[in-house]
């Protein structure tokens, strides 16, 4: 099992300096990792025929609709599960949630691995690379102890990948830039696009 995740929106709570109202982490996970190579290998062929260099990132805030529509069609087309955790700020009251942008990420992170119905088994966790080393281990160590992995074995390998260089960590900010502009109440239709790879959306209350 291969899972691929990233966010959408900021975890700062500055609202009224700019911060997002709503954040998004979203899980791609990936069965069979054969389907996975062959969904990569479609959206690389997707940025050929769109005449996009090979380096080229796709980033949702960054696409114009069209490029959103084509990515999304595409896409949809490769069996995978997306389950994703919508928090809409205000409804976070906890202080140190509230002024510790990492220990927010991290709980968010933890609490949708945890409340997977049990669907997620020795996974192998694909996070967007962010931060410096010392914000990465700590979210390794939280995540290892906050689900008790030695004994749920819920993952067995937690990589960061640059986005640049890895097509399913940019699927993975595609649906979550999808999810949250659904919720945000724009470009509801792309939703649609892929509403048969979705699993649970989890608005956390």
């Known amino acids: ?22 954040f998004v982490i979203a899980l791609i996970i990936f069965d069979d990792n054969l389907i996975a190579e062959e969904t990569a290998l479609a959206l690389k062929k997707l940025r050929r025929d769109l005449k996009f260099p090979d380096d080229a990132e796709f980033k949702f805030h960054k696409s114009r609709l069209r490029i959103k529509e084509r990515f999304l069609e595409v896409a949809s087309k490769f069996q995978y599960r997306v389950r994703a955790i919508i928090i809409r700020k205000e409804k976070i009251h906890s202080n140190f949630l509230r002024t510790s942008i990492d220990s927010f990420f991290n709980y968010t992170v933890m609490e949708l691995l945890k409340n997977s119905g049990r669907t ?23 995540l290892s102890r906050e689900l008790n992995n030695k004994k749920n074995n819920v993952f067995t390998d937690l990589k960061f990948a640059d986005s640049k260089e890895n097509i399913l960590i940019q699927l993975a900010d595609m649906i979550a830039g999808t999810i949250a502009s659904y919720y945000k109440g724009q470009n509801k ?16 209350k």
Do not use: C
């Open 1 to 22: 099992m291969l899972i691929f995740i990233d966010d959408s929106g900021d975890p700062g709570f500055k609202l009224a300096k700019g911060s997002s109202a709503v």
């Open 120 to 142: 997620i088994k020795r996974a192998k966790l694909r996070f967007d690379r962010r931060g410096e080393r010392r914000i990465r281990n700590e979210l390794r160590t939280y």
């Open 189 to 204: 239709e792309l939703l649609q696009l892929v509403k048969k790879r979705i699993e649970d959306l989890w608005e956390f």
